[in-house]
């Protein structure tokens, strides 16, 4: 799957005449929980030749395609995705965390690494995760049965939150160190779930696992007492910062080009 998401990267900045900057795996396989059968979710950010940015009307600023059997892939430009940085994108952040890196281009990471502390908004992380637990519960949790793959979306959401509300940091994107905030009784019941999902293809069901499902219910109520009294915090003034490495960025990609 490298070779095959390095060629279909290659393949863009040619198609397309970008230069991607990054790419990483966004899905389950980077969060920790895959199943056999889980697609590969890459996700990767790009930029334009210098001369795309300044026309009068901006251009499209994403590039998407069919999802196959396999591969699930999709791109933010730079300037979209920095402007989502500095608007707390909870997503964003996790891209950035993603043990599963495919190719990465003029130290981007790096680059942006002392930017995300000042650019995060821990309300802004918590609406993210709680809409994502309330549409988990709502969906996905009301039946005898339940999927697998629905209730460890609907865990990770819920602990990510948690770790909002206890701690003033970015929740990492990795399931493990998330689940250091379950509480002991449910380790147990989670680790079996964790083994079945390992083996398990994507449309397995469990019978709906009351526990965790009462633990989930009282994070999301948790997190939105906490989201209402939790002070309206504006991220630092990155924007500066931002605007210098966006134009470094694309000089740089694009060097030595007319």
Known sequence: ???????????????????????????????????????FDVRFIYCHPPAWYLTLDEGRDTLNFPVDDELDLAGWELR?????????????????????????????????????????????????YLGQLRRGLEEDLTGEEVRLK??????????????IRERPTVPPMEFAPLRELLPAALQPDVAALLARKATADEKTRVAHPAALV??????LAA???????????????????????????ISEAFAGEE
């Open 223 to 249: 997190g939105q007492a906490a989201r209402d009294t939790l002070p309206v915090l504006r991220p630092g003034n990155v924007a500066s910062e931002l605007d210098v490495l966006f134009q470094a960025l």
């Open 1 to 39: 799957m490298q070779t095959r998401v390095s060629t279909a990267l290659r393949q863009l900045e040619a198609t397309h005449g970008i230069r991607i900057l990054y790419a990483c795996e966004s899905g389950s396989r980077a969060w920790g929980f895959p199943s056999p059968d889980s697609d």
């Open 150 to 163: 629905r209730l460890f979306y609907a865990l990770r959401s819920a602990l990510a939150a948690r770790w």
């Open 214 to 219: 009462e633990f989930l219910q009282a994070e």
């Open 80 to 128: 979209k995705a920095l402007r989502l940085l500095r608007a707390s994108n909870a997503a964003l952040f996790e891209w950035l965390q993603s043990p599963v890196r495919y190719h990465e281009a003029l130290a981007f990471r790096a680059r942006l690494a002392d930017l995300q502390p000042a650019a995060f908004n821990r309300k802004a992380g918590l609406h993210h």
